[in-house]
C-alpha cells in the first residue's frame, strides 16, 4: 500500500480480547497532516455540521449504517463518512457509536483537519481532502489500519495449513459481501470455517464489509487490496486479524465476535500433523485440595513468578512480532519500490500532493466488465482498431449511444497496476484539447482497462505512412497537427502545473479526431515531476525504438528534452510521410535522421518532402519546420531546444534559426560520397 498523500498504515498488536460491538473506545486513531483548524472558526462549524449529519442521516433517515457529507465552501469545505459494522444489531447502537466519535474527535485528534476514529462498531472520518471522490482509486479507502493477534495454532506445524484455509475463507466471504443481495442497503458478509489440523480443532470466524455505494467491482477491489494487505503483515498461524479502511475491511478471529449466522460456511480440510501421543480432549485439572489451602506467602510468590513469566513472553512476542513487521514492511516497500519506481519516484511527492488538492471532482466512471463486453460485442475482431506493445484497442458504444475506445491491456503486456493506476490518475487530471480524454476504467481480475473517448479517425500513423490516405492530409493539415501535438507537450511540460514527461511520443499514440485534431494518448510510461527537478534516471528503458533519445536509450537519462528529441523524430515523419526505421543504407543500416542530415547539410531539403504534398516549389515555412525537426533530435540534450522555444521558433518566421548539428544516430559512412548517396526507403513494420 502506497499513499498518494500521506501513509497512514498503523500496525497495533491485540493481546486481549475485546467484547463483541464495543462502542466505547477506538481501537485506531489516525490524525492527519494537512494542517490545524482554528477554534470557533468556519472549519470547525462545518466539522460539527458534518459529523452531526452522519450520526442522524446513517442511523434514523438512512437508516443502512452510512452516510457521507460535504458541507462549506472552499477552503473551509470539509467532507465527512460515518459507517457502521454490517451486522450492527439496531439503530441505538449504531447512533451511539457515530456520536461518541464526533464528540471523541475533538479530544483524539485536537484541531486537526483530517481524522479518522476507528470503533469496533464503527468508523468515522473527517478531512478537508474530497476522499469521498472514487477517482482516487484505490487509495479512498486510506486510512487502513492492521491489527493482529498474537496468539497462534497449535501445533506450530500446521500454521500454513491454517493460513490456507483462512486466506481462502476471507476471500469466499468478501465475494459474498461483494455481490450482498440486500445491497444498497449493507454489503458485509460473515463467515465461518472448520480447522481441525490443530489441537485442539478450531473455529475460524470472518467479517468482510464495503460502503454501500460501492460497486460490486469496486467493492470486490477495494476488499482485494486489503486483503493483500493482510496476507502480506500477518504473523504465521494468527489467530485473528483485521485490516480496517474507510471504504471496506475485513477481520477474522478463532472466537465468535458477529452478530447473528455465518453467511458462508467452508468445512475445513484435515492437515498433516504429528503423530498423535496423546488424545486432543485432555482431562481437566484436578480441583485445588480444600483440606490444605496455600499459605499467603505461596500465592505472593506464585503471583509474581506468574507475572514475570507472563512479562517474559510478551516481551519475546513482541520482539519476535517487531522483526517480523519489520522485515514484512521492507519486503513490500521493496516490492512496491520495484514495481512503481517508474511512476511515482519518492521525489515526487510534491508532484502528487498538487493533484491530491486540485479542485472539482473527477468525471471518472467505473465500469463494470458486463459493461464493456456489450459495448465491444465480446471484443469482437471486428471492433478492433488496432493493437500496441500493451494491449488491443476496440471501438464500443455505450447504451446511451456514445461511441468509446477501449483499451485492453494484455495480461502478459509490461504494464503493470502501476503504469495502469498511472494512466488513470494522470489523464484524469490532464485537460487539454490536444490530448485524449479518458472516461473510465475497469478492473476485473487481472482485466484492466481504460475507455476513452472514441477517435473517428484513428491514429496519425494510419495516413502519414500510406500513399493513398496520406494524400488526405496536405501541408496546412500536417502544419496544423505538428502545432497540436507541440501544444500538448507544452502543456505536459509547463502549464499543468507540473512537469509530466510522456516517455512514448510517437505517431500511433498521436489520435486524430473528426476535424483531424491531434490528441496525444497513452501515458502508461508517463513521469511526474515535482517543480524542482528537471532530469531522472531509470535502470528501465522502456518506450519505442526510433524515438528514443540517445541519452535514454543508452544510459537511462531522461528529461523533457527525450520529449523534445521525441517530437523532432515525429516533425521529420509527418513532413516526409517515412518512418525513422524505414530507411536503411546497402549493406548497413542507417535511419531517418541520418538522411534528412545529409538532405540539410547538401541544402537538397525539398527532396524529404512527402510526394503526397504535391509541393512544387521551394516551400521555406516546410524549410524551417525541417530546421526545427532537426534541432530538436540533435545528440546532445543541452542543445535541444524546449518545447515552448520550439514553438516559437515554428510560429515565428521573422526568428532567425541557428544551424542543427549533428543528430543523433547519425552513422557516419566513411569518405565515399557514393555510399552517402545510396539511403533508400524501405516501409517497416510499425514499432
Request: hydrophobic share 35%.
Amino acid at each position: 500500500m502506497e499513499p498518494l498523500q500521506w501513509c497512514f498504515t498503523v500496525l497495533l498488536v491485540i493481546s486481549s480480547l475485546r467484547p463483541p460491538m464495543a462502542t466505547g473506545d477506538t481501537y485506531a486513531t489516525v490524525c492527519g497532516k494537512t494542517g490545524k483548524y482554528k477554534a470557533n472558526s468556519t472549519y470547525q462549524q462545518n466539522v460539527q455540521s458534518v459529523t452531526k449529519y452522519l450520526f442522524n442521516e446513517a442511523t434514523f433517515s438512512g437508516g443502512n449504517g452510512f452516510a457521507t457529507r460535504t458541507e462549506g465552501t472552499d477552503p473551509d469545505r470539509v467532507y465527512g463518512l460515518g459507517i457502521c459494522r454490517g451486522d450492527t444489531p439496531d439503530n441505538v447502537t449504531c447512533y451511539e457509536c457515530l456520536s461518541s466519535a464526533s464528540v471523541e474527535a475533538s479530544t483524539l485528534c485536537p484541531d486537526d483537519k483530517d481524522a479518522t476514529l476507528f470503533y469496533d462498531g464503527c468508523t468515522v472520518r473527517f478531512s478537508d481532502q474530497d476522499f469521498l471522490s472514487f477517482s482516487f482509486w484505490p487509495w479512498y479507502n486510506e486510512p487502513e489500519v492492521v491489527l493482529n493477534n498474537t496468539n497462534t495454532v497449535n501445533p506450530a506445524a500446521v500454521a500454513s495449513s491454517f493460513d490456507v484455509l483462512v486466506d481462502t475463507l476471507m476471500n469466499k466471504t468478501a465475494e459474498h459481501a461483494a455481490a450482498a443481495s440486500d445491497a444498497p442497503q449493507k454489503k458485509v458478509a460473515t463467515g465461518e470455517a472448520l480447522f481441525d489440523g490443530s489441537d485442539p480443532q478450531t473455529k475460524i470466524y470472518s467479517l468482510a464489509q464495503c460502503t454501500p455505494d460501492l460497486t460490486y467491482g469496486g467493492c470486490k477491489n477495494c476488499l482485494r487490496f486489503v486483503m493483500d494487505e493482510m496476507a502480506l503483515t500477518r504473523v504465521p498461524g494468527a489467530q485473528g486479524q483485521r485490516v480496517a479502511g474507510v471504504r471496506c475491511n475485513v477481520r477474522f478471529e478463532v472466537y465468535p465476535f458477529y452478530i447473528g449466522e455465518a453467511m458462508v460456511r467452508i468445512e475445513g480440510t484435515p492437515a498433516p500433523s504429528p503423530a498423535p501421543s496423546k488424545s486432543r480432549l485432555a482431562a481437566p485439572p484436578a480441583p485445588p485440595n480444600p483440606a490444605s489451602p496455600p499459605s499467603k506467602g505461596g500465592i505472593k510468590n506464585k503471583i509474581w513468578l506468574v507475572a514475570v513469566s507472563v512479562s517474559l513472553v510478551l516481551l519475546l512476542c513482541c520482539i519476535l512480532l517487531a522483526i517480523i513487521w519489520t522485515q514484512s514492511r521492507r519486503l513490500h516497500k521493496r516490492i512496491l519500490r520495484s514495481q512503481s519506481q517508474e511512476v511515482f519516484p519518492p521525489s515526487t511527492e510534491e508532484a502528487i500532493m498538487l493533484w491530491r488538492m486540485e479542485e472539482g471532482r473527477s468525471e471518472l466512471s467505473m465500469f463494470e466488465f458486463s459493461q464493456v463486453i456489450d459495448a465491444t460485442n465480446n471484443f469482437s475482431e471486428g471492433n478492433k482498431l488496432g493493437e500496441g506493445g500493451f494491449g488491443r484497442v476496440y471501438k464500443g458504444q455505450l447504451p446511451n449511444g456514445l461511441e468509446i475506445a477501449v483499451k485492453r491491456l494484455a495480461q502478459h503486456s509490461g504494464q503493470g497496476l502501476n503504469e495502469f493506476k498511472t494512466e488513470i490518475h494522470l489523464i484524469a487530471k490532464l485537460q487539454h484539447t490536444n490530448l485524449v480524454r479518458l472516461l473510465g476504467y475497469c478492473i476485473e481480475g487481472e482485466e484492466k482497462i481504460l475507455i476513452y473517448e472514441y477517435m473517428s479517425n484513428k491514429s496519425l500513423d494510419f495516413f502519414i505512412f500510406d500513399t493513398t490516405r496520406g494524400a488526405l492530409l496536405n501541408w496546412n493539415r500536417r502544419r496544423h497537427i505538428i502545432e497540436g501535438v507541440a501544444q500538448g507537450l507544452l502543456y505536459l511540460h509547463k502549464h499543468s502545473r507540473l512537469r509530466v514527461i510522456h516517455r512514448d511520443l510517437k505517431a500511433s499514440n498521436i489520435l486524430l479526431d473528426e476535424n483531424m485534431n491531434p490528441r496525444i494518448s497513452d501515458f502508461g510510461l508517463a513521469r511526474i515531476f515535482g517543480s524542482n527537478e528537471s532530469h531522472a534516471n531509470t535502470s528501465r528503458v522502456v518506450g519505442t525504438h526510433g524515438y528514443m533519445a540517445p541519452e535514454y536509450a543508452s544510459e537511462g537519462q531522461f528529461s523533457i528534452k527525450s520529449d523534445v528529441f521525441s517530437f523532432g523524430v515525429l516533425l521529420l515523419e509527418i513532413i516526409s510521410g517515412k518512418r525513422n526505421n524505414g530507411f536503411h543504407q546497402t549493406g548497413n543500416s542507417g535511419n531517418l535522421l541520418g538522411y534528412v542530415w545529409l538532405l540539410w547539410t547538401r541544402e537538397n531539403w525539398c527532396e524529404l518532402i512527402d510526394p503526397c504534398l504535391d509541393v512544387k516549389h521551394p516551400n521555406m515555412e516546410i524549410m524551417r519546420f525541417i530546421n526545427v525537426g532537426l534541432m530538436c533530435v540533435q545528440d546532445d540534450a543541452v542543445d535541444r531546444p524546449t518545447i515552448s522555444d520550439a514553438i516559437s521558433l515554428l510560429m515565428n518566421e521573422s526568428t532567425s534559426l541557428p544551424d542543427p548539428k549533428k543528430p543523433a544516430y547519425f552513422r557516419n559512412k566513411g569518405e565515399d560520397p557514393k555510399l552517402e548517396e545510396q539511403y533508400s526507403v524501405n516501409q517497416m513494420v510499425d514499432s
